[in-house]
């Protein structure tokens, strides 16, 4: 074709080839040197000549329906400890919040785009958008947890329809030169929405008294706004581009002239009810600006388009999912996003717990680090991608092939793989926290540099399909993203981060070297798919692209300093760790030895100044091994020589007093009373058990026997193995209650630790150690976190072990009762804590006035609970209980520590009146600086509270009357009933022990000593 000469803006003269070229404006440079492709039309309808502010203010409100949607679905992740508890639900039940509000983002894109191509993308949206305000609002009122999952799979669907209706937008309303920047927007919004929603909502969850609730509330708000934005301010885009070609007549051609065009266009995603004249001769460097008549807009809705046949546009998606791009773009956004999305969803078990213990907002802030990911990331997937291809156009004479907007991958191409490796190492090894971030912020980035490249890739292509291919793309990398979501948690704590990510590293990298074949072969596979859709130009400019943009890199850049800097970085960590914490390290006691393999980290717990070696199955069963073997020795070893050694140990832990005060008050922050306490009870409690070694209660008895000349003899024996399990709230003293009477009674324990106060339990099995007590009479173990399940599942099943001494909480109580149950032993305790007060009604006004009275004398004043995941489930009683009506009298806001906010854990006390059986407080544990109050008729109706408690460890009864008192205690079905004294009562020469959850079994005295033994009988017949 002969070159045309055309006028410019500028007045001067310029040679453009037209129809298989762009037009090359070298007068322009707000177009990159490029004409405007495609050439606006004539008709006043098409929206490439609607003014730029009208476009802009149409795409922001329409990506913002993406944001609100990621915003909702995302920010619930910072709550799902909160939701186990208020919901009473696993961690993986939770998780379904989560997982299938993915897979529903998936699939809604099947469903939205087909209407939106026969109906109109402006009234989905405003569908959509309504559907996303309605559910949102049912989600903040959601009662059960069923309501929940159902409005957020609903959310799911809903908020679906943005992702792959916007694309079609932007190729709608914008010209090639614009559309890497445009669709950086839209993909900007939709990652700032996946990352603001955990950060906001980790500060609502926190301090907002509603909790999740009040952030629903918030998204509602949004959602709604999304709505009213939607249906003021975007037209209806939708249009038929007329023809390009060089054999189309400039008129305007019928469609019911010619069968073979009209069948053609029914499936086109880009249509309106009637096609348009072919392009006017428009100067390549300006557009006739058509402005939006707004009221019109206003009263538009649906737009139905009778050329388009709705089944097929319902399988046009399906077509394009073997197209090479396709499959390339599905492959490099989900591998690139399930990166991020392992991270998003794994964050609160990773910072909530130790050593990080973040609060729920200050997880929330990590997502700062994603946002700076992603505002650099759009700026270079976006505009820096739109220069790089211009340039290449231009260089190339005007010759555009799609494949040239790949190069613009190659300078940010591996920020997101190496963000996968120092996420690895970060995670795992535990490093500071700023480290997770930095990798966090460079995963962010890949999660949006490539995916955006590849998309707008994906619209040069397909420019006609745009809405069609991205409803493919978006299916399929929700689906990918779902499945990884779906087991990233377990995943993790199975594989462990390094082995999960190292992985990650291979899923990320290998796409994006896939680009360079692509680059080169790309034309002839889309050719392949479709030999009617070729490039523009037959010429091709793939090797000269490579050489200039090498060419144009800085000099001296170097590519691979980063990752020589990183290994570097990481030789300086392990040796850090080799030289300046193993000497704070926290060994197992296996057989009177410290376990400690320095040079084995992947078992390593790290905790503020040091770590602790985690035990693994094969430690389990060398500390069983060891136990056993001491058996056969110690049990027969004579009750006096075992009082001397309890007797040694007394005296050493009095001698050790203030080193063991000073490890509980450390790891537990309680006060020196509690860690005194602590103290001086493990004393009484092992010089009592010692002394009742040598006392008539435990030597057994002769009782008579039927026959003549017949004696009957009953002994009292050890059992084996006692598996010692104890908590970290009272950690000197139930540590050594957990193995004290077992040993005494001639058993040998196994004393398993709780990774809160590790340093506590190593200091009680190391003083066994040096109170001369034989190797193996007490074994010590930890285990971290993620390898619970198997440590515990060992302890408790194997044979040898045959009893279970556990104090803690209900719901772990329960699971240790199962397994234990299975290998048929009895349980233990869990720990006693006063929660309700039952008054009645006579008396009740007098008792709150007392009540409240007492708490405006320690107003403002504020306590420590052991861990954020505590605090969050104290927040969560709280919040369920002033939603069903209960009235909250508080000590005040947490109080600052000299003028620092306050530690995420510190709680004020509440006092929670009106309680009903309605509320989870009215029957759950708080363990925490609060108190309920419930309000009764009579003494029938306070006995029936307490009797209908799951619980009945201990209880108090508070009268003049002494003789109603005692008999009301004696009805009361609990261990121990204390009249006119606190239920927190306990001495080692009482017998200890609860009724229904509160365990089974007796502490204390001699019949502490009885539960860890067992009778025998002997007939001697003279």
Same mark, same amino acid.
């Given at each position: ?193 996946? !990352? ?58 019928? *469609? ?27 100067? #390549? ?195 990918? !993203? ?30 994006? *070297? ?28 793939? !090797? ?76 389990? &069963? ?27 140990? !007394? ?46 209660? #435990? ?45 005494? %009674? ?18 009680? %099995? ?51 009762? &199962? ?52 605090? %969050? ?83 108090? #009864? ?65």
């Amino acid at each position: 074709m002969e070159p045309t000469v055309e006028h410019h803006a500028d007045g001067g003269h310029h040679i453009s080839h037209i129809v298989e070229h762009i037009a090359i404006d070298a007068g322009s440079k707000s177009h990159h040197g490029l004409g405007l492709w495609p050439p606006p039309s004539s008709d006043p309808r098409d929206p490439l000549r609607w003014p730029r502010s009208g476009k802009l203010l149409a795409l922001v409100v329409t990506t913002f329906f993406n944001f609100v949607g990621n915003f909702a679905n995302a920010g619930l992740s910072v709550a799902t400890v909160l939701l186990e508890m208020q919901f009473h639900k696993s961690g993986q039940e939770i998780n379904k919040l989560l997982t299938f509000n993915f897979l529903l983002l998936g699939i809604g894109n099947l469903v939205w785009v087909p209407l939106s191509v026969k109906f109109g993308k402006r009234p989905m949206l405003l569908i959509s958008s309504t559907i996303m305000f309605a559910t949102l609002l049912w989600a903040a009122k959601a009662t059960t947890f069923n309501q929940l999952l159902a409005s957020r799979c609903i959310l799911g669907f809903a908020s679906a329809a943005g992702e792959s209706i916007l694309p079609g937008i932007v190729s709608d309303m914008f010209f090639l030169h614009e559309r890497g920047a445009m669709m950086a927007i839209y993909v900007i919004f939709i990652s700032c929405g996946s !990352a603001v929603g955990p950060l906001i909502a980790g500060f609502v969850v926190q301090d907002s008294p509603g909790t999740w609730r009040d952030y629903e509330w918030v998204s509602a708000s949004l959602a709604g706004f999304t709505l009213v934005a939607i249906f003021f301010f975007y037209p209806e885009s939708s249009f038929i581009r007329p023809s390009t070609d060089e054999d189309t007549p400039s008129g305007s051609f019928d *469609l019911a002239s010619d069968p073979a065009k009209k069948e053609e266009l029914d499936g086109m995603s880009s249509r309106v009810e009637n096609a348009v004249p072919a392009a006017a001769a428009v100067a #390549v460097g300006t557009v006739p600006v058509v402005p939006i008549s707004y009221p019109r807009v206003w009263t538009s809705f649906f737009k139905i388009n009778p050329l388009v046949r709705l089944h097929r546009a319902f399988a046009m998606p399906f077509a394009f999912v073997l197209c090479v791009p396709v499959l390339w773009t599905i492959f490099i956004y989900g591998s690139s996003l399930a990166a991020q999305v392992i991270m998003i969803f794994s964050f609160p078990s990773l910072l909530l717990a130790p050593p990080y213990l973040f609060a729920a907002s200050s997880v929330g802030l990590m997502q700062i680090a994603a946002l700076i990911g992603f505002v650099f990331a759009c700026y270079g997937g976006g505009y820096i991608s739109d220069v790089i291809t211009a340039r290449l156009i231009i260089r190339n004479r005007g010759t555009f092939v799609p494949e040239q907007r790949l190069v613009s991958i190659l300078p940010g191409c591996f920020i997101g793989p190496a963000g996968c490796i120092l996420i690895a190492f970060a995670c795992d090894r535990s490093l500071h926290w700023s480290a997770i971030a930095v990798g966090f912020g460079m995963v962010s980035f890949g999660t949006v540099y490539a995916p955006n490249i590849a998309m707008t890739y994906l619209l040069d292509c397909y420019p006609e399909f745009s809405q069609e291919i991205l409803v493919a793309v978006n299916v399929v990398k929700n689906l990918v !993203a779902f499945l990884f979501l779906y087991v990233a948690v377990d995943w993790i704590k199975s594989q462990g981060w390094i082995q999960v990510y190292m992985i990650m590293f291979m899923v990320v990298t290998l796409p994006l *070297l896939l680009a360079i074949p692509l680059y080169y072969f790309g034309r002839r596979a889309r050719e392949a798919f479709d030999p009617n859709h070729g490039a523009i130009s037959s010429s091709s400019p793939r !090797a000269q692209s490579f050489v200039w943009f090498v060419t144009a890199l800085p000099t001296g850049a170097r590519p691979t300093s980063s990752k020589v800097e990183f290994v570097e970085y990481v030789e300086q960590i392990e040796t850090a760790e080799q030289d300046d914490v193993v000497e704070h390290a926290i060994p197992l006691v296996l057989h009177g030895e410290t376990v400690l393999n320095e040079l084995d980290s992947s078992r390593r717990h790290l905790l503020p100044g040091g770590y602790f070696q985690g035990a693994d199955v094969d430690d389990c &069963q060398r500390a069983i091994e060891s136990s056993a073997a001491a058996f056969e020795t110690w049990s027969h070893e004579s009750p006096i020589a075992r009082r001397q050694l309890l007797m040694k140990l !007394a005296a050493l832990l009095r001698e050790r007093g203030d080193e063991a005060k000073a490890l509980t008050q450390a790891e537990i922050h309680c006060s020196e009373l509690w860690a005194d306490i602590n103290l001086q009870g493990s004393i009484g409690l092992i010089e009592e058990t010692a002394a009742m070694l040598t006392s008539t209660a #435990v030597r057994g008895s002769m009782p008579h026997t039927a026959a003549p000349g017949s004696y009957g003899m009953v002994f009292t024996r050890p059992l084996g193995i006692v598996v010692g399990i104890a908590p970290w709230n009272a950690p000197l003293l139930l540590g050594f209650r957990a193995v004290v009477a077992p040993v005494a %009674a001639g058993n040998t324990a196994i004393l398993k630790g709780s990774e809160l106060s590790p340093r506590t339990h190593y200091f009680i %099995a190391n003083l066994f150690v040096e109170a001369g007590f034989p190797a193996g009479v007490v074994n010590f173990v930890l285990h971290r976190p993620e390898d619970a399940s198997d440590v515990v599942d060992v302890l408790i099943k194997h044979p040898a072990v045959r009893k279970i001494n556990f104090t803690g909480s209900t719901a772990v109580g329960r699971i240790v009762a &199962q397994k234990a149950g299975q290998a048929l032993k009895p349980n233990g305790q869990i720990c006693m804590s006063t929660d309700l007060v039952v008054v009645v009604r006579a008396v009740a006004d007098a008792f709150k006035a007392e009540l409240q009275k007492a708490l405006r004398q320690i107003d403002g004043t504020s306590w420590t609970v052991i861990s954020p995941r505590s605090a %969050a489930k104290l927040e969560g009683l709280v919040a369920d209980a002033v939603s069903k009506g209960a009235t909250v009298l508080s000590t005040a806001t947490a109080g600052s520590r000299s003028g620092l906010p306050p530690p995420p854990q510190d709680l004020p006390f509440r006092l929670v009146e009106d309680l009903t059986p309605a509320m989870h407080y009215f029957a759950e544990e708080s363990f925490g600086p609060m108190l309920g109050l419930v309000v009764v008729e009579d003494e029938a109706a306070a006995e029936r509270v307490v009797n209908a408690s799951e619980y009945g460890l201990s209880a108090a #009864v508070w009268s003049r009357n002494h003789h109603r008192a005692l008999e009301l205690a004696r009805r009361l079905d609990v261990g121990a009933v204390h009249i006119n004294a606190p239920t927190v009562h306990d001495e080692a020469t009482l017998p200890h022990g609860g009724s229904k959850s509160s365990g089974f079994g007796r502490f204390g005295a001699e019949w502490g000593l009885l539960e860890f033994s067992q009778s025998q009988t002997v007939i001697l017949h003279a």
